[in-house]
Structures are given as C-alpha cells and as structure tokens.
C-alpha cells in the first residue's frame, strides 16, 4: 500500500490523517501528504497530539496547500531555537531562488513605477527577486519581468506591477524558480507548544493565509511566533494568539517584514520580550483589531532595518495595546512614511505614542493614550504629523511632547497630565497648532504650568478651553526665543495667571479669548450660589455688540407674588434684562435662568430658602473675565518683556491685566505711539498708557488696569 494512503481517508475531496501516536515525529509523514494533496485535496489534521521533529525545508508548505484542523489538535515542536534558522519552523513556506546574482541596479527606481534599470538584460516571463544589497537591510520584493528594453547596459526591464519600496543602484535582482502561492492554513484553534524559531514562517508567498492557531510557549521561540520574512505579496494572519510566558530575550510576537500589500487580523500577543507586532521595511501593510498586553519592547512598531529605511502607507486599525515595557505602545519610526493610526488605544507603559527617527507625515485619529509613565504622544524625532480626535489622560510626564519638526491636530483632549503638563513644546523650528483643545491640570504639575514652549519652539492653540487648574499651576510658559500663538480660548475655573514669559519671548494674541470665571458679588451674594451662564458674550472685544458689560453683569434679588425671582442685566443701571428666572414660592432651590430681550444668555442659579429682596448696587457677576493675568515681576523673575503682536492697524488684541505694573515691548509694526488712541478709545477702555524710553525701532510701554 502506497505509504501515502496510511491514517488517511479521502471524504468528498478532503484527506483526513490522525497523528502516530506514541514518540513518533508526525511531521515527514504530513510533509508528504501536503506535497500530494497541493492543488488537489484538502487535508484535515485529526484530533490528537503531533510531534514535529524534522527541520522543515523551504518549500514544506507547497503552493496551492490547503490544510485544516479538527477540533482538539495539539503541536508540540522540538526544533530548538536560537540558531536564527527559520527552518526550524513548524509551518514555512519560502521561495527557491537562483544561488548567484543575475543583475545589479544601475539607477535608484521610481517608486510606484513598473520599471527598473538593470545591467544585464533578463528574459521576458522570469520571476525575479529584488534585494537591497546594504548589510542589514532587509528589503526585497518578487516581480515577474513582462519586457526587457534596451540594447545594451542599462537594460529597461518592466514588471507586473508597480514597484513601491525604494531600491537604490546596486541592489541585486535574483532569479526564482519557485515561490509559494494560494496556501490556506486553517488551525480552528490548534495548539502549538515546544521549541522553535517561529509558528509559521512565509517567504516570499503570495496569495497565503493562516487562522486560528494558539501558540502557547512556556519559554521563547527565539524570533517571532508568525512571520512574513520579506517578499511576501497579499498574505493575511487572522485570528491567531499568541502567548509567552516567562520568555525572555527578544522575541517578537508578530512580524511584517519587507513584505507589501499584507494583513494581520484580530490577533492577541500577550506576554512577549520583544514587540508585540513588528512591520519593518514594509509598504501598504495593515495590523487590523489586535491586542497586544505586556510587551517587552514596543506593542506595534512600524519602522524600518535603519534609520533611512521605514516602512510606507500602512495603517494600525482598531489596537488595544496594554502595560508595554519598552519606550511606546505604538511607535513609528525609521524614516516611516504616511504611516495612520486609527482607533488605537495605549493603556499603561511609557509613551502611548511614539514619532521616532525619521517618520513623516503620520496621520493620528482617535488615539486614547491613558496611564502611561511617559507622554501621552511623544513626536521625538518626526514630522508632519495630522491628528484628529486625541485623549490623553493622567500621562506621568506631559500629554503631548513636541522635540521636532510639525504637529497638527484637531480635537485635542489633555487632562490631568502630570510633570510637564498638557503640552510641552521645545526646539528651534519645533511648532505644535493644536484647534479645539480642552486642558485641565487638576493634577499635580512639577512645572507648574498647563503648557511649556522652550528653546525657539512654537505653540498655537485656538478655540477651545483651558482649567481646571491645581493650585499653583499656571498657564503656558514660553522660554526666550519661543512663541505661543492663541485664539479663542475660553479659561474654565480659577483666576491663574494666562501666561508667563522668559525675556524675548513672544506672545501673539488673535483675540476672542475669555475667562469663564462666574464670580457673584455684593450684598446679594450670600443668598446665591452654583450659578452657571450659558452663551455670555462680551461687548468690547473684537466691536461692539455683546450682552455683558466687559464681561460684567447686574443682578436683583425680588419676591413678586411671594415667589424668589432673580434678574440679570448687562448695564449697571439695571434697565437692559438679559436674563431672568423664578421659583414658585420662596422654600429655596434652582432657578432655571430664560433669555430676556434676546440676549441669548441662559443658565440657573441656587437661591436659598427663605430669601429677601436685595437690589443692591453692588450685586455684579463676573461672567467673563476677557484679559489675562500675567505673571507678575516679584512672583515669577523671569517674566521679562515679551511682545505682543496685534496686527497693524486693526489691532486684534485685547484686554490685558496685569498683577503689577510691567514694561512691555510691543514692536513698532504692531503698535506705535500714534496707534494708541484707537486702543485706548476703541478696543480697550479702562486702560491707561505710559510711554517710555525706546530702544531702537521698540515702543516701550507701561499699561496698567484702572479699574481691575
């Protein structure tokens, strides 16, 4: 009987093979019925223990493999580990390549073109590989040539598709005279245990795909459980776990690895030394709804074999990543390109996201960094990144860090980040523009300010708001040479100082900011309380027109009927009602404060049982304070002058007040002596101006609050 047929049943196309038994190696029988059945039959793993012994060779998963796993299949592997021999690999499948080099490159490529220079002409309808010839670089790709062009070196050859890594000249081209395609693993839950170098192992395939197999190792498969080692070309890994426990070294859970066009799916790493899920020097590859608990390194890195060569266009869809011993929960880096991270959540570990080396042009949205003992989000070393829709929570150093290059984002949620605050910005050229921000700092700040912008760095931050703030915690503080840049940012809670500013430092203020500091005073107060306005506009910023008198409203406190009624105005001869509301009767409560004269103006008030008409004159709230406190020279010695540009003649500046009397240059462009009337008159009463001395082509000027 033909060897072949042993353990086996044909039924309706599938070959059913049940282990040995015993000591038995299973694995040269199984190689054999693989090689049979390619193309032909399925083969169905029974239930059972399968020992796999015998090192695989490279072509142990022929193309066209279709293998599936009964319920209650248990591997265990004795291969051994730690020679870098990925044939020591229960499940591998590689292409066979010619021993010696055909061509070299003579130009670097166009990436995204279908055509490559070469030295020496090869023949239509051969498969080739494209290998970088750098030492420790490990990009290659497998094309077929559809046409060879040219007469002589160099030699046009132009392929199946587009070639979208970069090669530069000198990089070999081999020939292949086989690759693996169209295989289709199925596990349903099989375990995989013992030693080896990785679970399974695809070079160079195409067109493959492997589900539902459980690696459980009580030391370490010495590279990685499931690999796509260079070349491979849509390949998908679904559903896969995999578990280390006491592993040590570096041994990766997943790896992407100079491969394009390929997917990891809804798989879990837990336990593993090195990155949880590695894509290195890959282009268009996708980690799709994985979880990643306790890595040594990273949770999913995205990077390159060096600094120069990253991955491109990938995506992380829908991580959750978990309690990360290395520097970041996701990392992009190595010169990594247009790289999106979508719905990713860092919990635990040092940085939630790290922009590393090189990496450009990262895209971020809806990222939720909590609990780390770094950043929220660290740009180290990228650039030109876009974020949209940021959480960044109880982060031990700082929400988000700027070193280097572009940070954009929209949508930014920073609070109670500790040590530096919600943003820390540094570096020459380094600009964060941050819009819709919401930053509190309830918890405790070893700077003591909400945001840090040092060594020439640059902050913008517009329409949104700022506070809660810890007690002693203060607003941005912006080192000499660096610049904050805000718009319409409205402050939430207590009076702390807006800015605090090294000499030379610069502060552009677009307007439209306010303090949302409801404040009630007068003999009224005490019968008051838990007040909140909705929709308080001011009437001296930015024209006329509001429905608060600079911020301030006028209250009265009446029994019509018997019943406790409070009244708001916005002039302080109470004839313009903006608002106004009451209880029935006078047993105390909340009264729920309607618009009058079509003020816009909402909110309620707590009103005390029992309470007694007061009209008193000063009965004022506080609805918006519009200037800022600056921090002033005796408390914070380091204030010096800083410039605040308004903007020419319309200057769109406002209200500023000050602690203390401080010199400030304002810089001739933005406004002169002459231009100070139309400030004093038109955009900011109540102040009063004092030259002083000048120096050059700066106005030194001496403002003061009249009436703060």
Request: some cysteine; overall charge neutral.
């Amino acid at each position: 009987m033909n060897d072949l047929l042993v353990n086996r049943k044909p039924i309706r196309g599938v070959v059913e093979v049940a282990p040995l038994g015993g000591t038995s190696d299973d694995w040269p029988r199984l190689r054999s019925i693989l090689a049979a059945a390619a193309g032909r039959q399925t083969v169905r793993m029974l239930p059972g223990t399968w020992l796999c012994k015998t090192q695989s060779d490279a072509l142990f998963l022929p193309s066209d493999t279709h293998l599936v796993c009964a319920p209650g299949v248990e591997i265990v592997a004795s291969l051994g580990a730690g020679t870098g021999n990925f044939l020591n690999t229960p499940f591998t499948a590689s292409a066979v390549m010619s021993g010696s080099i055909v061509a070299s490159l003579t130009s670097d490529n166009s990436v995204s073109t279908k055509t490559l220079a070469v030295d020496t002409a090869i023949a239509a309808g051969t498969w080739i590989c494209v290998r970088s010839a750098t030492a420790g670089l490990f990009r290659r790709g497998v094309y077929q040539v559809i046409s060879c062009a040219g007469a002589g070196s160099p030699y046009t050859l132009t392929l199946d598709r587009r070639v979208r890594l970069p090669y530069i000249t000198g990089d070999q081209v081999f020939s292949v005279s086989a690759f693996p395609r169209n295989i289709r693993l199925e596990f349903n839950g099989a375990k995989l245990s013992g030693t080896f170098e990785r679970a399974i192992n695809f070079v160079m395939a195409f067109d493959s795909y492997a589900s539902g197999l459980n690696v459980d190792l009580a030391g370490e498969a010495y590279w990685g459980g499931i690999c796509f080692d260079e070349g491979c070309y849509r390949c998908t890994f679904e559903n896969n776990t995999i578990t280390m426990r006491t592993a040590t070294g570096s041994a990766l859970g997943d790896s992407i690895e100079s491969s394009e066009d390929c997917v990891i799916d809804t798989h879990r790493i837990y336990g593993v030394p090195g990155n949880g899920i590695l894509i290195n020097d890959s282009v268009g590859c996708v980690v799709r709804n994985c979880v990643v608990f306790d890595a040594g390194a990273s949770g999913i890195a995205v990077q390159g074999s060096s600094a120069a060569h990253g991955s491109y266009d990938c995506r992380v869809e829908g991580a959750i990543i978990k309690y990360t011993r290395g520097s970041a929960s996701a990392l992009v880096g190595s010169s990594s390109q247009r790289t999106v991270l979508l719905d990713v959540t860092c919990d635990g570990g040092v940085n939630g996201v790290q922009l590393d080396t090189g990496a450009s042009g990262t895209i971020l949205q809806n990222i939720v960094a909590v609990n780390g003992s770094g950043y929220g989000i660290a740009q180290i070393a990228g650039t030109g990144t876009v974020a949209t829709n940021l959480v960044l929570d109880s982060n031990a150093l700082g929400g988000i860090y700027a070193g280097y290059g572009s940070f954009d984002a929209v949508s930014v949620k920073a609070r109670d980040n500790a040590a530096n605050g919600a943003i820390t910005v540094t570096g020459v050229g380094t600009r964060v523009r941050l819009n819709g921000v919401e930053l509190t700092q309830s918890a405790a700040s070893a700077a003591n300010y909400v945001c840090v912008v040092a060594t020439g760095g640059r902050l913008e931050l517009r329409n949104g708001s700022i506070g809660t703030l810890k007690a002693g915690v203060h607003g941005p503080h912006v080192a000499t040479g660096s610049v904050l840049v805000r718009e319409n940012l409205h402050w939430v809670g207590a009076n702390r100082y807006r800015y605090d500013g090294a000499a030379g430092s610069t502060l552009i203020d677009l307007g439209s900011n306010s303090d949302d500091c409801v404040a009630i005073a007068g003999t009224g107060a005490t019968q008051l309380s838990s007040l909140q306005l909705n929709g308080a506009t001011a009437n001296n910023v930015l024209g006329a027109g509001g429905n608060t008198n600079g911020g301030l409203l006028y209250y009265n406190i009446t029994l019509p009927g018997g019943n406790a009624t409070v009244s708001i105005y916005s002039d302080a001869a109470k004839t313009a009602k903006v608002a106004e509301g009451a209880l029935v009767g006078n047993g105390g409560g909340t009264i729920t404060l309607a618009a009058s004269g079509g003020s816009n103006l909402t909110g309620s008030v707590v009103i005390q049982a029992t309470a007694v008409a007061d009209s008193d004159a000063s009965n004022i709230i506080t609805a918006l304070s519009l200037g800022d406190a600056f921090a002033d020279a005796t408390a914070h010695a380091n204030f010096g002058c800083a410039q605040i540009i308004g903007g020419g003649s319309t200057i769109p500046c406002r209200l500023v007040r000050f602690d203390s009397v401080i010199a400030f240059s304002m810089g001739a462009v933005n406004l002169t002596p002459v231009e100070a009337p139309k400030v004093k008159t038109n955009f900011i009463p109540g102040v009063s101006f004092t030259a002083h001395a000048t120096s050059g082509d700066a106005s030194m000027w001496n403002w003061r609050l009249i009436n703060p």
